[in-house]
Protein backbone atom coordinates (compact mmCIF):
# COMPACT_ATOMS: atom_id res chain seq x y z
CA UNK A 1 0.00 0.00 0.00
CA UNK A 2 1.32 3.36 -0.81
CA UNK A 3 1.08 6.16 1.55
CA UNK A 4 -1.27 9.19 0.91
CA UNK A 5 0.64 11.89 -0.86
CA UNK A 6 1.66 14.43 1.23
CA UNK A 7 2.51 12.09 4.49
CA UNK A 8 5.73 13.49 5.79
CA UNK A 9 6.34 10.52 7.59
CA UNK A 10 5.69 8.01 4.53
CA UNK A 11 8.88 7.66 3.41
CA UNK A 12 10.57 8.27 6.56
CA UNK A 13 10.11 12.28 5.75
CA UNK A 14 12.66 12.10 2.93
CA UNK A 15 10.18 10.90 0.01
CA UNK A 16 10.72 12.50 -3.25
CA UNK A 17 7.91 15.50 -2.90
CA UNK A 18 9.99 16.67 0.09
CA UNK A 19 12.75 16.31 -1.95
CA UNK A 20 11.88 18.38 -5.08
CA UNK A 21 10.04 20.57 -2.29
CA UNK A 22 13.77 21.43 -0.96
CA UNK A 23 15.22 21.83 -4.47
CA UNK A 24 12.84 24.59 -5.47
CA UNK A 25 13.26 26.49 -2.13
CA UNK A 26 16.98 26.62 -2.81
CA UNK A 27 16.31 27.84 -6.03
CA UNK A 28 14.06 30.05 -4.75
CA UNK A 29 16.73 31.54 -2.64
CA UNK A 30 18.64 32.78 -5.13
CA UNK A 31 17.55 36.31 -5.97
CA UNK A 32 19.04 36.59 -9.84
CA UNK A 33 17.62 33.65 -10.50
CA UNK A 34 14.11 34.21 -9.43
CA UNK A 35 14.39 37.28 -10.68
CA UNK A 36 14.86 35.92 -14.34
CA UNK A 37 11.85 33.98 -13.79
CA UNK A 38 9.83 36.38 -12.93
CA UNK A 39 11.15 39.28 -16.31
CA UNK A 40 10.77 35.47 -18.22
CA UNK A 41 7.08 35.71 -17.87
CA UNK A 42 6.70 39.38 -18.23
CA UNK A 43 5.54 41.23 -21.54
CA UNK A 44 8.29 42.90 -23.50
CA UNK A 45 7.09 46.22 -22.49
CA UNK A 46 6.74 44.97 -18.55
CA UNK A 47 10.43 43.52 -19.19
CA UNK A 48 11.96 47.17 -20.22
CA UNK A 49 10.10 48.75 -17.34
CA UNK A 50 12.09 46.32 -14.73
CA UNK A 51 15.17 46.86 -16.19
CA UNK A 52 14.72 50.89 -15.91
CA UNK A 53 13.73 50.03 -12.31
CA UNK A 54 16.83 47.82 -11.45
CA UNK A 55 19.43 50.20 -13.30
CA UNK A 56 17.69 53.42 -11.16
CA UNK A 57 18.08 50.96 -8.35
CA UNK A 58 21.67 50.52 -9.03
CA UNK A 59 22.22 54.21 -9.62
CA UNK A 60 20.94 55.00 -5.64
CA UNK A 61 22.55 52.05 -4.77
CA UNK A 62 26.26 52.80 -3.10
CA UNK A 63 28.81 50.88 -4.95
CA UNK A 64 30.35 47.82 -3.14
CA UNK A 65 33.35 48.54 -1.12
CA UNK A 66 36.20 46.56 -2.28
CA UNK A 67 38.02 44.66 0.50
CA UNK A 68 41.61 45.36 0.93
CA UNK A 69 44.33 42.74 0.17
CA UNK A 70 45.19 41.31 3.37
CA UNK A 71 48.67 41.58 5.04
CA UNK A 72 50.46 38.47 4.47
CA UNK A 73 50.94 35.53 7.68
CA UNK A 74 54.26 35.41 8.31
CA UNK A 75 55.15 31.72 9.12
CA UNK A 76 58.97 31.25 10.22
CA UNK A 77 60.79 29.48 8.02
CA UNK A 78 62.38 26.57 9.39
CA UNK A 79 65.89 25.51 9.93
CA UNK A 80 65.54 22.48 7.32
CA UNK A 81 62.72 22.41 5.14
CA UNK A 82 61.80 20.26 1.64
CA UNK A 83 60.89 22.10 -1.12
CA UNK A 84 57.20 21.06 -1.00
CA UNK A 85 56.74 22.04 2.64
CA UNK A 86 58.34 25.59 1.45
CA UNK A 87 55.46 25.46 -1.25
CA UNK A 88 52.79 24.73 1.52
CA UNK A 89 54.40 27.35 4.22
CA UNK A 90 54.15 29.95 1.38
CA UNK A 91 50.69 29.47 0.47
CA UNK A 92 49.73 29.93 3.68
CA UNK A 93 51.87 32.92 4.04
CA UNK A 94 50.32 34.51 0.82
CA UNK A 95 46.90 33.25 1.16
CA UNK A 96 45.79 35.76 -0.75
CA UNK A 97 47.43 35.16 -3.76
CA UNK A 98 45.54 33.36 -6.97
CA UNK A 99 48.25 29.99 -6.95
CA UNK A 100 47.42 29.78 -10.46
CA UNK A 101 49.23 32.39 -11.21
CA UNK A 102 52.23 31.47 -9.51
CA UNK A 103 52.14 28.11 -11.16
CA UNK A 104 54.58 28.94 -13.97
CA UNK A 105 57.26 29.91 -11.97
CA UNK A 106 57.21 27.95 -8.90
CA UNK A 107 56.54 24.54 -10.47
CA UNK A 108 59.38 25.48 -12.85
CA UNK A 109 61.84 25.93 -9.67
CA UNK A 110 60.43 22.71 -8.26
CA UNK A 111 61.30 20.93 -11.38
CA UNK A 112 64.94 22.03 -11.36
CA UNK A 113 65.30 20.91 -7.61
CA UNK A 114 63.40 17.32 -8.86
CA UNK A 115 64.85 16.80 -12.11
CA UNK A 116 68.08 18.85 -11.68
CA UNK A 117 69.24 18.03 -8.39
CA UNK A 118 68.99 22.19 -7.58
CA UNK A 119 70.13 22.42 -3.83
CA UNK A 120 66.55 22.69 -1.98
CA UNK A 121 67.94 26.14 0.08
CA UNK A 122 68.38 27.53 -3.03
CA UNK A 123 65.14 26.76 -4.96
CA UNK A 124 63.10 27.77 -1.73
CA UNK A 125 65.19 31.42 -1.58
CA UNK A 126 63.57 31.86 -4.83
CA UNK A 127 60.35 30.93 -4.07
CA UNK A 128 59.95 33.42 -1.15
CA UNK A 129 61.35 35.86 -3.55
CA UNK A 130 58.59 34.95 -6.55
CA UNK A 131 55.88 34.57 -3.73
CA UNK A 132 57.16 38.34 -2.25
CA UNK A 133 56.79 39.81 -5.81
CA UNK A 134 52.85 38.63 -6.66
CA UNK A 135 52.05 39.63 -2.97
CA UNK A 136 53.81 43.08 -3.91
CA UNK A 137 52.10 43.50 -7.70
CA UNK A 138 48.62 42.50 -6.15
CA UNK A 139 48.86 45.19 -3.16
CA UNK A 140 50.17 47.61 -6.24
CA UNK A 141 47.16 47.08 -8.36
CA UNK A 142 45.14 47.10 -4.96
CA UNK A 143 42.30 50.20 -5.46
CA UNK A 144 42.35 50.58 -1.47
CA UNK A 145 45.70 50.98 -1.08
CA UNK A 146 46.58 53.31 -3.87
CA UNK A 147 46.43 56.96 -2.52
CA UNK A 148 45.30 58.53 -5.92
CA UNK A 149 41.94 58.60 -5.32
CA UNK A 150 39.10 61.44 -4.85
CA UNK A 151 38.74 60.51 -1.14
CA UNK A 152 42.42 60.52 -0.40
CA UNK A 153 43.50 64.20 -2.02
CA UNK A 154 41.69 66.57 -0.01
CA UNK A 155 42.86 69.59 1.03
CA UNK A 156 43.23 70.10 4.67
CA UNK A 157 39.99 71.81 5.24
CA UNK A 158 38.21 68.89 3.71
CA UNK A 159 36.15 70.99 1.41
CA UNK A 160 37.39 68.88 -2.07
CA UNK A 161 39.79 67.44 -3.51
CA UNK A 162 42.78 69.64 -4.74
Same mark, same amino acid.
Given at each position: ?10 ? /? /???? =? ?6 ? *? +? ?10 ? !? ?12 ? +? %??? %? ?7 ? @???? $? ?6 ? #? ?5 ? !? *???? #? ?8 ? #? ?5 ? @? ?21 ? $? $? %?? =???? +? $? ?22 ? #?
Amino acid at each position: MLPPMGDPGGL /G /GGDV =ASALAARD *K +KKKDDPARELAE !IAARLSSEDQDSLL +K %FAR %FLEQQSPAP @TPEP $VPDPAPIP #RPESESV !I *KAMR #RLSATYHMLD #RSRLLNE @TSALMAQHVMQGRPAVEVIDELE $V $V %FQ =AHYE +K $VVAEDPTRQGGSAEASTDAEGDGP #R
